[in-house]
């Protein structure tokens, strides 16, 4: 930092600024202003999240107020409105905001409210991402990837530019906050991100054909789900054909409601699909807990333990098998992590057909109809009919 042009100091021209608070743009400025904010809450009753620190919850004689704050974006909600309309006085008084109203748009995820609940839509966000590629026009596919092409490193020539590639890919890795039917085509198109090729650059453009014919598609979160916690863990075993690594996946449900859910490449070769099941699991597991702290603390309380379901036989039984068996004790502290919750009942791991499982489309390509009837399922749908006269169609 220097001192101005025009506004040199002459009796002390070697000296700078000294700053009384954070300039907007720099690093520091995000951490500087959450310092700040936070203090305010504090002192205002509020207290910080455990789970999650971007979480701020106000609760005194029954009232109960939640504030989120990204940066700064913020959320406010409470089971008074009165209680919540005095604390947004203040808060204005405080700091320079801007109310609002009611939630509709909030970091790029449409907010649509009706008696049913609520339907998170980034309808505007893929527009965008189609217009910057030019495939607004494309024509519409209805699955992400191929069933037939099997996806591997060198698969074709190597881009001689892969910086859209790389955008691309970054970009539709954000749009899988609500769409988790893309989830696995994203993860797995984004483990080639250091040396695409044409072969790669083509499966985008399919992914983004399959955009292109879905996209008014949102997550439904339905108001009358029940307070049940249950998951389903699933596995690919040796599905990676470049080095034969699994793909583990979850989608994690409150009620009927899809709230969490994660597709990733396991980092070390399984021996048996019971190997990968289990860690899948395991991954599972570790959600579940965190959600489970996280609704603790927002007062909502699930009316059954948690539940995770998986389709392999012997992963569920090892699950509840207090004998540690020979054969699995490479993945030792996976085993003792699950089996220890179970144990002490925090944790269910029941067994689950085939047919039955949700959360096979985050781990493998799928056929149409399979992927159809899933994607359903996880609660991925068009908008609803008596939603779609509140859109003013503005991005095409």
């Not at 000294?18 to 700040?36: F, S």
């Not at 009927?256 to 490449?265: D, G, I, L, P, Y």
């Not at 029941?350 to 047919?355: D, M, N, Q």
């Amino acid at each position: 930092m220097a001192q101005p042009p025009g506004f040199t100091d002459t009796v002390y021209p070697s000296h700078v600024c000294r700053l009384k608070k954070a300039i907007y743009g720099l690093k520091q400025a995000p951490r500087a202003w959450y310092t700040e904010l936070k203090q305010y809450l504090l002192l205002s009753g509020f207290v910080n999240s455990k789970s999650d620190s971007s979480l701020f919850i106000y609760n005194s004689n029954g009232c109960v107020v939640f504030l989120l704050v990204n940066v700064d974006d913020i959320i406010l909600t409470g089971s008074d409105p009165l209680v919540v309309d005095r604390f947004i006085l203040a808060l204005a008084h405080r700091f320079s905001i801007k109310d609002l109203g009611h939630l509709s748009y909030f970091l790029g995820v449409e907010v649509l409210e009706s008696s049913h609940g609520l339907f998170l839509s980034q309808r505007k966000y893929v527009t965008d991402i189609l217009l910057r590629t030019k495939m607004l026009n494309a024509k519409p596919v209805q699955t992400q990837l191929p069933t037939d092409q099997p996806i591997k490193l060198l698969d074709g020539t190597s881009l001689t530019d892969a910086t859209e590639y790389r955008q691309v890919i970054g970009a539709l890795q954000y749009l899988s906050f609500t769409r988790p039917d893309i989830a696995f085509a994203v993860n797995k198109l984004a483990q080639f991100m250091h040396r695409p090729t044409t072969g790669h650059w083509s499966l985008t453009k399919r992914l983004l054909r399959y955009l292109k014919g879905t996209i008014g598609h949102g997550l439904v979160l339905r108001r009358d789900s029940p307070i049940t916690l249950h998951a389903f863990s699933d596995a690919d075993w040796a599905g990676n054909h470049d080095d034969r690594t699994s793909t583990s996946a979850y989608v994690l449900f409150l009620g009927s409601n899809a709230v969490s859910w994660c597709s990733r490449k396991q980092k070390s070769v399984a021996r048996s699909s019971t190997e990968a099941e289990y860690r899948s699991v395991a991954l599972a597991t570790t959600e579940v807990i965190w959600l489970s702290s996280l609704l603790q603390e927002l007062l909502v309380q699930p009316t059954t333990p948690p539940t995770i379901f998986c389709d392999n036989i012997g992963a569920t039984y090892l699950c509840s098998n207090p004998v540690f068996h020979s054969r699995m004790k490479h993945i030792a502290i996976d085993f003792h992590f699950v089996s220890e919750r179970v144990q002490c009942g925090q944790l269910r791991v029941s067994h689950v057909a085939s047919a039955d499982q949700l959360a096979d489309s985050l781990t493998k390509p799928l056929s149409r109809t399979r992927f159809a009837s899933l994607r359903s399922k996880i609660g991925v749908s068009e908008m609803p009919t008596i939603l779609r006269g509140r859109i003013k169609d503005t991005y095409t």
